[in-house]
């Protein structure tokens, strides 16, 4: 079976199939839902006293280090919603994209299908944010610091570390809370997940840079026959070097900022 090529024609491929309709109807559900979830955690006490809290963190590494933790007051760190069309991509991706049981007869992805029965227990990222700090070392100090946080105003707190064969490193606190969500006329509890990704400012300058290489790559329906690592004229070659590139350069600052705090130079 051929597989839907782009987001769109795995709507119509998916509508002929299923009784679950992806439409106007499953787009207000999930405008409804994702501006409920926002509103409610951004107005929640574990949220807020996270705005307050950042200000200690920040000064407790300063006054450890004698470097920012932070590269944005912690005020201005937003909750954004996952647009509609990025949230069908990525539904359409797991199904699709990345479904290794596509060409067999039993077609459905391991776990089962994405749906919107389902979806908003099963994609990760409906409702999420972005924390910047300036150095390597702030990234899991941030996250142990948010999951004690957040365990005190019943979260379920899920650290999630990435690092690729593709040069693509990132670390997510997942946050799990039971909304009570109107659907239809019936009232229904949904575990859903806020995502707050934490990232250097190396790694964020670096990730604007190859957002739109990584948004075409994921969708690819099939690999290149030809390893990347060995094409340097290949899309992949640059960006995901730079990738790993990076991700060394920022170890090496922490052992040479290190190794300078233990020879009595802070800065």
Known sequence: M??????????????????????????GQYTYVSTFVKYNFENSRGWKELIHQLHNYDAEYQRRYGYDLLMKRPEDIKLDIKEWGSFLSKV??????????????????????????????????????????????????????????FRNYECECIPDWEAREEGYYAAHLNLVRDYELLFGLETKKKSIRVEIQVTTQMKDVIGALTHKYYAEKRMRL??????????YNCDEFAPNYIGHIVHYVEGAIMAIRDRGQ??????
């Open 92 to 149: 359409w991706r797991k199904n699709v994209v990345n479904n290794k049981n596509w060409d067999k007869e039993e077609i459905q992805p391991d776990g089962g299908w994405v749906t919107p029965l389902n979806w908003f227990e099963r994609i990760n990222d409906i409702v999420r944010t972005r924390v910047v700090v300036k150095y390597f070392d702030g990234v899991g100090l941030l996250l142990d610091k948010m999951c004690d946080h």
């Open 222 to 231: 099939e690999l290149p026959e030809e390893k990347w690592q060995w094409d």
């Open 2 to 27: 051929d597989k839907p090529s782009n987001p769109e024609d795995y709507i119509e491929w998916w509508n002929k199939r299923s009784d679950v309709k992806i439409d106007k109807a499953a787009e």
């Open 262 to 267: 233990v020879n009595g130079k802070n800065r």
